[in-house]
């Protein structure tokens, strides 16, 4: 699928009109969105696996919630010339709350017990630096494709009286883009912004869809939708989730 998607964007470039490229050279911006997010999944079993080493599977949202919360990530691009650019990305996100456990439950070695007030925090920080490669525009369109490597800081805290325990996760995951833009109007556009990959221990998938307008030329606001699902399924832990996320976005380009 993917590589009948490469093949098309580059028939798509063939096919473009020079003249519909506007130079980019030297061109940066910086982007701030927010708005509010929702979890229709945050499930952990810590350690993963199976058998009798294995924790026990934990729905996290019946102990934070599933929201809304709000959020916030901030984006600095930079354009090399027209076809060339990076773009670096910082997304922290948190949320926490207070709840019971069904049952006993096994998390890092401990066991928590049931029917006490428990207290959960998950944090998913990400770091991410994409490179984009834009096609020549045809029509209307405008795609781009590249890659992205991604760091994540998350951890995953449970407490109870007082027991505390906390498992951490740091690393870099490389992810697959693709670009795409649709223009309306002059000052119109809808977006959609992928990037993701997917192996046999896990997978991210961050997508967002958007329409941006521009209200004056250094200025562009968007309104839409994105999702974010992935997660690992290995010896240490087992850990998946699904946000769906309201947003609002403003970028500047001085």
């Known amino acids: 699928m993917l590589g009948a998607l490469v093949v098309a964007l580059l028939v798509a470039s063939l096919a473009a009109d020079p003249a519909y490229c506007e130079t980019l050279s030297g061109h940066i911006s910086a982007g701030l969105e927010s708005g509010a997010v929702w979890f229709s999944r945050n499930d952990a079993r810590v350690p993963g696996g199976e058998g009798s080493d294995a924790g026990d599977d934990i729905d996290l949202t019946n102990l934070t919630g599933k929201g809304p ?7 600095i691009a930079y354009a090399f010339n027209e076809r060339h650019s990076l773009r670096l990305l910082y997304a922290p996100l948190e949320v926490d709350g207070t709840g019971t456990l069904s049952a006993a439950t096994r998390f890092r070695g401990a066991t928590f017990e049931p029917d006490i007030e428990t207290r959960a925090t998950y944090r998913f920080n990400t770091y991410r630096l994409t490179y ?9 369109w405008r795609w781009a494709i590249g890659g992205a490597i991604l760091v994540r800081d998350a951890d995953i805290t449970l407490e109870q009286d007082d027991l505390r325990e906390t498992e951490s996760n740091v690393g870099p995951v490389p992810l697959l883009h693709v670009y795409g833009e649709r ?9 959609i912004d992928v990037e993701g990959l997917g192996a046999t221990q896990g997978r991210a998938i961050d997508a967002a ?16 939708y994105r999702t974010l699902e992935g997660g690992a399924d290995v010896d240490d832990v087992y850990a998946f989730a699904w946000l769906h996320y309201a947003l609002l ?3 500047w380009r001085p």
């Open 69 to 75: 919360d709000p959020y916030l990530r901030v984006t």
């Open 132 to 140: 984009r490669y834009a096609f020549r525009p045809w029509a209307f």
């Open 183 to 191: 223009r309306l109007t002059d000052r119109l556009a809808a977006v």
């Open 209 to 224: 869809f958007t329409l941006n307008y521009e209200p004056a030329e250094n200025w562009s606001v968007a309104v839409g």
């Open 249 to 251: 976005s403003v970028t």
